[in-house]
């Protein structure tokens, strides 16, 4: 049986785009085991994965590059005799821990002078490989072998039960059609659809007979609080009040997902749920949702993408011009659930 150690991104929509990598892998290596090294933030996404054996937390946070304990933390998984591992971000730090662990194949993209830690480096062709799940796909590929397309899709399953359970547990029924509105996004501020938008197509979903739940993380919860404040005192702000396991299975229950790109987006288009995706400055040729449901909502300026966490020109047109009218007119007219 094959022992693979993959060293997983650190933002939660990138861990959704590594599953087609693993299930090549598996593919590739029937049986294998395949563990991931991952923040604590990712773990719960992970473990739903069914081509995950193990999560293996990565204490490491954003820009730490702590070298001592990554050589500790190496040294514990010797034990462990992985045949190779796949780094996927493409810092140097994060190389350092499976070369400590004395995996014999580590498998990246050169980057970062990483040739001394990667003996299986492979050099990114960007044109040939646009998207980014592509390229995590890729390094489940013998270096120089094309990438076997077309690609699976992320696919995230929650059982029956499980769905019940949080629906019990947060007192919600499913009797009138559920719009989940994902109003954060981690990466900055450019990225984010305006709340008085997201609270006017709240209004306009309400009047439809949707029922409207506010989805996000901690950090997310003053915007939220925001679109409530904003005339909206039917929707359920549930921001802060779920962990991630328990956002999916709710995410589950939706016949529609407006969503700004975000981890959530990729995991509403991984659930296969109704998915409007609001793009700014970042770009769908790049880390689209992948799902057939999904429609991307974009405005085509002579700025954007920017890739900026704050908008460099200070007007916000990217997403100011994307009207909650014109998000209007891509909701689903028979919601199906």
């Not at 590059?65 to 996927?88: E, H, P």
């Not at 040939?128 to 995590?136: D, H, N």
């Not at 954060?184 to 997201?198: D, L, M, S, T, V």
Request: glycine share 6%; with cysteine; aromatic share 8%.
């Amino acid at each position: 049986m094959k022992k693979i150690l993959v060293v997983a991104p650190s933002w939660v929509g990138d861990c959704v785009l590594m599953q087609p990598m693993l299930q090549r892998l598996i593919q590739r290596h029937p049986g294998a085991q395949i563990d991931v090294l991952a923040p604590p933030w990712t773990e719960k996404l992970l473990r739903q994965l069914p081509e995950v054996h193990a999560v293996i937390r990565n204490p490491f946070g954003h820009g730490a590059f702590s070298f001592s304990a990554r050589r500790r933390l190496g040294a514990q998984l010797r034990a462990a005799c992985y045949d190779q591992s796949i780094v996927l971000p493409n810092s140097w730090k994060s190389a350092l821990i499976p070369y400590f662990a004395g995996i014999p194949l580590r498998t990246g993209f050169i980057g970062e002078w990483r040739f001394g830690l990667l003996n299986d480096a492979r050099r990114l062709d960007k044109t040939r490989l646009p998207l980014m799940v592509e390229r995590f796909a890729a390094l489940a590929e013998v270096k120089g072998a094309e990438l076997e397309r077309p690609l699976l899709a992320p696919l995230l399953q929650v059982p029956a039960e499980q769905r019940a359970a949080m629906l019990a547990k947060f007192g919600l029924m499913l009797d009138k059609p559920v719009a989940v509105f994902c109003p954060g996004a981690e990466y900055g501020p450019a990225k984010r659809w305006p709340p008085n938008y997201y609270a006017e197509l709240a209004q306009h979903l309400h009047a439809q007979g949707y029922v409207i739940w506010l989805i996000g993380s901690p950090k997310d919860k003053e915007v939220a609080d925001k679109i409530v404040a904003l005339g909206n005192r039917q929707v359920l702000n549930l921001c802060g009040n779920t962990d991630l396991a328990e956002a999916i299975a709710l995410m589950s229950c939706a016949d529609l997902v407006v969503s700004n790109d975000s981890g959530l987006m990729h995991i509403a288009a991984a659930l296969d749920r109704p998915l409007l995706a609001i793009f700014g400055s970042s770009s769908p040729q790049f880390t689209p949702p992948l799902s057939d449901r999904a429609q991307v909502l974009k405005l085509d300026l002579p700025c954007s993408p920017c890739f900026k966490r704050e908008c460099p020109l200070g007007h916000f047109d990217c997403m100011l011009k994307l009207t909650p009218q014109e998000v209007a007119r891509h909701i689903p007219v028979h919601p199906q659930r």
